[in-house]
């Protein structure tokens, strides 16, 4: 007889499934298997919002724990770079480390904008862990009124 079988069951299966088979090559991998972790496996760090005005882009990007001397932003045409190194747990044979939640070491993140953006007139700020950077649209990026004459 037809048995109606749990959808969510069985995609919980699958992940299972896939996360041994992946644990089988990297053992590594077994700390993706932890239910909450999922949602943050396909997340590129840091996380940014990014917002657009008429004469220029704001962007957030949440990153804590970091000293604003190991933290580096450049900017290309229209492309942002944001750079910098997290300092791990530091290493004591004596003490041992049940959690280790917090990524470490370098990270890259670069987002292509819509529009080249006025490189000279950028600026950057990092306050309690989120770092504020204020890129202003080239000139000729942004929009202008046209004056319509009658005749």
Known sequence: MWQRRDLWQEMDALRREIDRVFSDFWPGMRAWRSPWMAPLAGRTYPLVNLREGRDEYQLDAMIPGLDKDDLEVTTSGRTLTISGKRAGL?????????????????????????????????????????????????????PRQISVSVQ
Not at 108 to 129: F, M, P, S, W
């Open 90 to 142: 530091p290493e004591d044979e004596n003490i041992t480390v049940h959690r280790n939640e917090r990524g470490s070491g370098r990270f890259v993140r670069t987002l292509e904008l819509a529009t080249d953006i006025d490189e000279r007139n950028v600026k950057a700020e990092y306050k309690n862990g989120i770092l504020h950077v204020t890129l202003p649209k080239a000139e000729y990026a942004r």
